[in-house]
């Protein structure tokens, strides 16, 4: 798994019932899955400015009001 703030991969496999996602590297503190949408927006060639400013419907990347 990786940080979606820093990138760092983590080292270790975090078990299914491990809900709460650490970095090691830059202390960031997420939901898991959280952490995993935000990864998965910027490798699919999106940058928002933060992925919690983005309401569904928008385009990605625009900010919620």
Same mark, same amino acid.
């Given at each position: 798994?990786?940080?979606?703030?820093? $990138?760092?991969? +983590?080292?270790?496999?975090?078990? %299914?019932?491990?809900? +709460?996602?650490?970095?090691?590297?830059?202390? %960031?503190?997420?939901?898991?899955?959280?952490?995993? @949408?935000?990864?998965?927006?910027?490798?699919? $060639?999106?940058?928002?400015?933060?992925?919690? $400013?983005?309401?569904?419907?928008?385009? %990605? $990347? +625009?900010?919620? @009001?």
């Amino acid at each position: 798994m990786d940080c979606s703030k820093c $990138g760092a991969r +983590t080292k270790h496999c975090l078990e %299914l019932s491990q809900r +709460t996602y650490f970095c090691d590297v830059c202390g %960031l503190v997420s939901s898991r899955d959280k952490n995993s @949408a935000a990864v998965m927006v910027v490798r699919a $060639g999106f940058n928002p400015a933060g992925v919690d $400013g983005i309401r569904p419907g928008c385009p %990605l $990347g +625009t900010q919620a @009001a």
